[in-house]
């Protein structure tokens, strides 16, 4: 079964402007990780946040955490045409990443 | 490095027929994984290993699945007989205690 849920669906922006992308939660975790997969394509790991931070930053990308509410969100700040993708978060407990159904993002030039 | 490496990229069978996939993890990485990823969904696990030892493989439907990691490096995931809920993607993932990292996936279409 899938543990986290992303929202929206999908998502379309143009270039330069942000995109962010949130994702919920059931169970108690140890780390929350966001991955990227371009069409046709195996998942990209992007950023991974551990269960006793609340923020981390990379590049462009930040990735909150929020355990009391059992969520996370990740923003792209300036998008490019090539951040065009599905975003996925996935909850990790003791060994087991659980992902969600996933964001589709369509940044046009 | 070479990334992780899944084979065939691509694989269309008729229903009953069986079906093979193969994956060679990232050198070192003494977990392996295999996921399912249906059509606008996330990816599901289906298997985890530890070195040769199935560890965690509740959600692999037996009557049809099964794999095997020899030696603890090369792995394959096998349907027989394969039926037309079996079309999906295929994604064999490693890992070396951390992040786990991603094969490109063998999509599977079962007509």
């Known amino acids: 079964s899938q543990q986290g849920e992303e929202d929206p669906q999908a998502l379309s922006i143009q270039e330069g402007e942000n995109a962010t992308m949130n994702c919920s939660y059931k169970?108690?975790?140890?780390?929350l990780q966001w991955y990227r997969q371009n069409s046709g394509r195996g998942l990209v790991h992007l950023i991974l946040?551990?269960?006793?931070?609340r923020e981390k930053h990379s590049g462009r990308l930040r990735v909150t955490l929020d355990t009391s509410k059992k969520s996370s969100s990740l923003l792209i700040t300036a998008s490019r045409a090539a951040d065009t993708a599905s975003y996925f978060c996935?909850?990790?407990?003791?060994?087991?990443?659980?992902f969600g159904k996933g964001t589709m993002l369509l940044v046009s030039p | 490095e070479a990334g992780v490496v899944q084979s065939p990229r691509y694989k269309i069978i008729e229903k009953k027929q069986p079906v093979a996939f193969w994956c060679n993890p990232i050198?070192?990485?003494?977990?392996l994984y295999w996921y399912r990823q249906n059509l606008g969904q996330g990816p599901e696990l289906l298997i985890r290993?530890?070195?040769?030892?199935?560890?965690?493989d509740s959600q692999l439907p037996k009557d049809r699945f099964s794999a095997e990691r020899l030696k603890g490096v090369d792995s394959t995931l096998k349907i027989q007989p394969a039926e037309l809920g079996d079309s999906a993607v295929y994604l064999c993932?490693?890992?070396?205690?951390?992040?786990?990292?991603f094969g490109p996936g063998t999509r599977l279409l079962v007509l």
């Open positions: 169970t108690s975790i140890n780390n």
């Open positions: 946040i551990r269960s006793n931070e």
């Open positions: 996935a909850a990790q407990g003791y060994s087991t990443l659980t």
């Open positions: 050198s070192g990485h003494n977990t």
């Open positions: 993932a490693s890992s070396l205690g951390g992040t786990q990292y």
């Open positions: 290993y530890e070195n040769e030892e199935a560890v965690d």
